[in-house]
């Protein structure tokens, strides 16, 4: 038996006032606590209980070190309770990672909630990059699309819908497509280099490999948005990034019977059994605002350890 569990035990016969009793409450035999209390006498080098057949009575070098006991006890407790609050309650610091598109959805997904919880503070980090999570302390991250492989926990929380959009003065210049292959290849925005993109005709169910090869391309969103905004070419944008600007008229989606798979939404954690509240509230909170946006979707939590 370590040190600090004889030291909890040594104060439990104080405050039980006899072998036995301590025995019962710790779920030992009093054989074995007895045996217990003599090592630990024996490390000390000096008695701290005074035995007879009736009572334990402290020795005065045995009143000091249960003192000492009784404080440490007292600390370990206050420790364990503060992480069953953790559990219970949000507190402390949450540490968010998300994509740069959800920049403007953070106050409307959690801002109620952090009215709610004062004590609760968040320290945001917007990227459309992978970060080293463990090194940021990142307690929750949002991602989109396929994840790396990482010793991480994942749960997908919705879909995000993506829509082709393009600016009324591209439209003037190039017309407004019927079909993706109408959109000359060159004029996609925002893409990495690959083969194409498939489409799917929401009728027919026809599916379609289209070419893509932009001359800008680039994976920061907000910048894709702007290009596309500007009339500079066709852009896929979720649901996210452009519902406002739909609204406006500053962008119209093209082709709305043929659709592209939907971006999964995955919610990535360190830990799986032991999610404090801040982390499993705000991830009940998130995906909730994504299923009110339109073009989005909350799903059930789906759990993926995506370890590699």
């Known amino acids: ?5 004889r030291m909890a ?10 072998l036995s009793a301590a025995a019962r409450a710790l779920g030992m035999s009093t054989s074995a606590v007895s045996q217990q209390l003599r090592a630990l006498e024996r490390d000390a080098g000096v008695p701290l209980l005074h035995r007879s057949t009736r009572r334990l009575a402290l020795t005065d070098v ?12 007292d600390a370990a407790g206050e420790a364990q309770a503060e992480l069953s609050a953790a559990r219970e309650a949000p507190s ?23 009215r709610e919880h004062p004590q609760l503070r968040v320290h945001l980090y917007f990227e459309d990059g992978w970060t080293d999570l463990l090194q940021a302390r990142i307690d929750l991250a949002l991602r989109f699309g396929q994840l790396p492989d990482s010793d991480w926990m994942a749960q997908r929380i919705g879909t995000l819908q993506r829509w082709p959009c393009a600016a009324p003065s591209w439209l003037q210049l190039h017309g407004t497509p019927d079909d993706p292959l109408q959109v000359p290849a060159g004029e996609w925005l925002g893409l990495p280099q690959m083969p194409g993109l498939a489409w ?30 500007s009339g500079l070419g066709v852009a896929v944008l979720t649901c996210l990034d452009v519902a406002p600007l739909l609204d406006s008229g500053a962008l119209q989606r093209l082709l709305p019977e043929w659709e592209v798979p939907p971006l999964p939404v995955w919610a990535v954690t360190p830990h799986r059994q032991t999610q404090p509240a801040k982390v ?19 799903a059930e939590a789906q759990d993926r350890n995506h370890g590699g």
């Open 9 to 18: 035990l040594f104060a439990q016969v104080v405050q039980h006032g006899s």
């Open 200 to 229: 799917r005709h929401c009728g027919s169910g026809e599916e379609r490999l289209v070419p893509a090869h932009p001359r800008i391309v680039s994976q920061n969103q907000p910048a894709v948005r702007q290009l596309c905004t």
């Open 280 to 298: 499993k509230q705000a991830i009940g909170l998130l995906q909730a605002h994504l299923a009110r946006v339109p073009g989005g979707s909350g």
């Open 62 to 73: 045995g009143s000091r070190y249960y003192a000492a006991c009784a404080r440490l006890l």
């Open 92 to 114: 402390g610091e949450l540490r968010l990672s998300a994509p740069l598109g959800m920049a403007d959805h953070i106050g409307p997904a959690l801002g109620p909630w952090l």
């Open 1 to 5: 038996m370590d040190s600090f569990k």
